[in-house]
């Protein structure tokens, strides 16, 4: 009866690591993502302002913008990049999970990478210009 019991207790704590661990990666990951959708819009915020007041079309300052994505990435504890084209911010946010239980038997840390594309856009009563 005692090596079913070891036999069991091992199988239990092992689907237990598994829930745990792999429940942790998904918040990891979904963090990440929810990061880089914030540091995009942060990044998406920093209009070029005079050529939008002037009424000339919304454009993204690409220095402003890239140091705003920048800025939220480190403040959230997160590395990553921002990328300007045009009038789209494109955040790349990277996060590490070291897994609990599991890394009891060997299996290391995962890096979650998430990226989220912000666009900047003009609008007249709801309707894209």
């Not at 690409?62 to 990435?73: F, K, P, T, V």
């Not at 990049?81 to 070291?98: E, I, L, N």
């Amino acid at each position: 009866m005692s090596v079913f019991a070891v036999i069991a207790v091992t199988i239990l704590v092992m689907f237990v690591g598994v829930a745990v661990d792999l429940s942790g990666m998904v918040h990891t990951l979904e963090r990440a993502q929810d990061v880089a959708r914030q540091a995009a819009r942060a990044a998406a915020q920093a209009a070029d302002a005079p050529t939008a007041i002037r009424g000339e079309g919304a454009a993204v300052d690409a220095a402003r913008a890239a140091q705003a994505g920048r800025a939220y990435l480190g403040a959230a504890g997160l590395d990553g990049g921002v990328a300007v084209t045009g009038d789209t911010v494109t955040v790349t946010a990277t996060a590490s999970y070291s897994p609990v239980i599991l890394g009891l038997i060997g299996i290391g840390s995962r890096t979650m990478t998430a990226s989220s594309t912000a666009r900047i856009t003009r609008a007249l009563q709801g309707v894209e210009q």
